[in-house]
T-cell receptor, first 116, second 114 residues
Framework: DAKTTQPTSMDCAEGRAANLPCNHS???????VYWYRQIHSQGPQYIIH???NNETNEMASLIITEDRKSSTLILPHATLRDTAVYYC?????????????????FGTGTRLTIIP | NAGVTQTPKFQVLKTGQSMTLQCAQD?????MSWYRQDPGMGLRLIHY???????DQGEVPNGYNVSRSTTEDFPLRLLSAAPSQTSVYFC?????????????FGPGTRLTVL
């Protein structure tokens, strides 16, 4: 799986958009970008994933650059409940392209603090 | 659906004691896994299973055993607990091994070994 690089920590004002960057310059053509978050003392929670097109769901938006070497997770209107550690993970996607490598590798993520 | 459940929530053991951390899911997921998380570190994979009767080792399997006799349950056994196994343990599941990118995690078990 490709390695990812994320800032250690970020702050964002409540009500503003939180933009969390992730670099994955060694990503290969069949690898997806996944985002999870972990609120203090809880299990990680899946947020969103994408291959090359921008994606949006009820939680967030994912913007992937055209060369796919980096991505940004956007929380459009951050609330205090969004304070968490956010993990960017790159691996083979859900189309059976990664049999024999059924693992998800978490790094240390970005600690996002929403400021009242 | 209850999702992924873990018991107990907290546990204190003495060195050398054995115990089993329970994990169950009611989503009929084929893939299940165990992670440990130590302070300031990301999650590390201990063992995983792609279906009933099939298990494999992750990054840090030493000191832990698993079995998968049913689709729903994936217990983690510590045979002889050591202080180095003090950690928070998370169980997770996904629809299949090829969909491991979308895992559902349990609330965790906080284990202290004295």
């Amino acid at each position: 799986d490709a390695k990812t690089t994320q800032p250690t920590s970020m702050d964002c004002a409540e009500g503003r958009a939180a933009n969390l960057p992730c670099n994955h310059s060694t990503i290969s053509g069949n690898e997806y970008v996944y985002w999870y978050r972990q609120i203090h003392s809880q299990g990680p929670q899946y947020i969103i994933h994408g291959l090359k097109n921008n994606e949006t769901n009820e939680m967030a938006s994912l913007i992937i650059t055209e060369d796919r070497k980096s991505s940004t997770l956007i929380l459009p209107h951050a609330t205090l409940r969004d304070t968490a550690v956010y993990y960017c993970i790159v691996r083979g996607g859900p189309l059976g392209s990664n049999f024999g490598n059924e693992k998800l590798t978490f790094g240390t993520g970005t600690r996002l603090t929403i400021i009242p | 659906n209850a999702g992924v459940t873990q018991t107990p929530k907290f546990q204190v053991l003495k060195t050398g004691q054995s115990m089993t951390l329970q994990c169950a899911q009611d989503m009929n997921h084929e893939y299940m896994s165990w992670y440990r998380q130590d302070p300031g570190m990301g999650l590390r994979l201990i063992h995983y299973s792609v279906g009933a009767g099939i298990t494999d080792q992750g990054e840090v399997p030493n000191g832990y055993n698993v079995s998968r006799s049913t689709t729903e349950d994936f217990p983690l056994r510590l045979l002889s607990a050591a202080p180095s196994q003090t950690s928070v343990y998370f169980c997770a599941s996904s629809f299949s091994g090829s969909d491991v990118g979308r895992q559902f995690f349990g609330p965790g078990t906080r284990l202290t070994v004295l």
